[in-house]
Nanobody, 115 residues
Framework: QVQLVESGGGLVQAGGSLRLSCVAS????????IGWYRQAPGKQRELVAV???????NYADSVKGRFTISRDNDKNTVYLQMNSLKPEDTAVYYC?????????WGQGTQVTVSS
């Protein structure tokens, strides 16, 4: 079983920055893809950014050029640097890890961007 713990959320003004962290523990060895999803009130959960074990990345169009995902395999940690934040980025951000064919989710961290 993989445990994921997110941190770094908070309240920020539009145009500001935040960095989210997700630490994987338990059976974190050989996690394939790890990344971030978000869910705003009344909306479906959506992909934000993911990174493979080899370093390949995939971003939602809405965050390209503003968000950067990175991964430290030695620390079993994935980061999401979020710049130029917009009110529409307000959501609960969830860490997601895929190991073999099993998905694991964190509890989420709230990001609120005020206008």
């Amino acid at each position: 079983q993989v445990q994921l713990v997110e941190s770094g959320g908070g309240l920020v003004q539009a145009g500001g920055s935040l960095r989210l962290s997700c630490v994987a523990s338990g059976s974190a060895f050989s996690i394939n893809t790890i990344g971030w999803y978000r869910q705003a009130p009344g909306k479906q959960r959506e992909l934000v950014a993911v990174i493979s074990s080899g370093g390949s990345t995939n971003y939602a169009d809405s965050v390209k050029g503003r968000f950067t995902i990175s991964r430290d395999n030695d620390k079993n940690t994935v980061y999401l640097q979020m710049n130029s934040l917009k009110p529409e980025d307000t959501a609960v951000y969830y860490c997601n890890a895929v190991k073999v064919t099993t998905e694991h989710w964190g509890q989420g961290t709230q990001v609120t961007v005020s206008s």
